[in-house]
Structures are given as structure tokens and as C-alpha cells.
């Protein structure tokens, strides 16, 4: 299975809207192994098929400790939400950058599972955030989007550099 290019922010292809799988078939679930493949290796606990180019709604989810509980949502909905909490969040598409973000405490959501049968799950703690957080990547939504413009725009131009300084190390590294 190859790993996926994972796509960093502030990339334009983060802003696209990834619209309902029709019918789960054999390439899907192959996209779901690729991507999980991909989230481990990065090494990440969720990931949504817009951070790999692939806008069709598709996440990717393992919270254990173990890694060895890989959860998969296809199409999923959050049909309802309770409380609210603030968490210190990261991102596989904003590498190195952590920053508060206020999500529901514990959600209702229904999706499918990889076989394309529905499914109703609630979630709370880790695993609530982490539905909510990959969600949002699937409408086109980044965690910066949560900060305020000042922040927003720091992280921007932070990455930005450091993008700009890894493709000059890597043009230098390819001309030897």
C-alpha cells in the first residue's frame, strides 16, 4: 500500500468541500487502507481524505494507545452535540503548530463503516474532538480557522517559510 501525500496549509486544495461517497467499492476501501496507512506512518490519529486530495468523505480515525483500533467513517453526519471544551489541537496538514480550539464535549454522529453499512456511534473526549477536527476537513475547514486573524496569519507565514526553506534544501540536495 503507498502512503499518500498528506497536503500542508495553507495548500488551496484544504479549502475544497469533499462531497458524499455514492457506493462503497473495492477503491474506496483501498483508499481507506492507503489513508490509514498514511495516518500511522506520519505518525497522525486522524485523517481526512481532502489532507490527501481526495475530496469524497472519508475520514480515518485510531485514538488507542495501541494503534490498533482503526475506526472508519465514511459520509459521516453529527446528528447532534452537548457541552463544549477547549483543547489544545494539532494537525497533519499544519506540522508543529498547536493551538486551542472549543469543540461539543460528546457528539451523536451517523456514518458509514468500510463495508458501507450505517452505523449511529456517540463519542466523547478524544474521540469526539478528533470526528469534529477531520469533519471539518472534509467542509473545507482548517483548526487555524478557529484563531483569530493575527494568529491565523502568523502560522501562515510561518509555514510558508518553512515550506519555501525545505523546497530550496531539497532543489540543493537533488543539484549534487
Not at 497522525?44 to 483500533?69: C, F, K, P, W
Not at 452535540?81 to 489541537?89: A, C, K, M, P
Not at 451523536?108 to 469533519?135: P, Y
Amino acid at each position: 500500500m503507498p502512503l499518500l501525500d498528506i497536503l500542508l496549509y495553507p495548500d488551496r486544495r484544504l479549502r475544497k468541500q469533499a462531497k458524499p461517497v455514492k457506493q462503497v467499492t473495492e477503491d474506496i476501501r483501498q483508499l481507506i487502507d492507503d489513508m490509514a496507512e498514511t495516518m500511522y506512518a506520519a505518525p497522525g490519529i486522524g485523517l481526512a481524505a481532502t489532507q490527501v486530495n481526495v475530496h469524497q468523505r472519508i475520514l480515518v480515525i485510531d485514538t488507542s494507545e495501541e494503534r490498533n483500533d482503526l475506526r472508519v467513517f465514511i459520509n459521516p453526519i453529527i446528528d447532534s452535540g452537548q457541552g463544549e471544551t477547549e483543547t489544545e489541537e494539532g494537525c497533519l496538514s499544519l506540522p508543529g503548530i498547536r493551538a486551542p480550539v472549543m469543540r461539543l464535549e460528546s457528539i451523536t454522529l451517523s456514518a458509514k463503516d468500510r463495508l458501507g453499512d450505517e452505523f449511529t456511534l456517540v463519542a466523547d473526549g478524544l474521540l469526539a474532538i478528533c470526528i469534529q477536527h477531520e469533519i471539518d476537513h472534509l467542509n473545507g475547514k482548517v483548526m487555524v480557522d478557529y484563531l483569530s486573524r493575527l494568529k491565523h496569519d502568523r502560522i501562515r507565514k510561518h509555514l510558508l517559510k518553512e515550506q519555501h526553506e525545505q523546497t530550496v534544501r531539497h532543489a540543493g540536495a537533488s543539484a549534487i
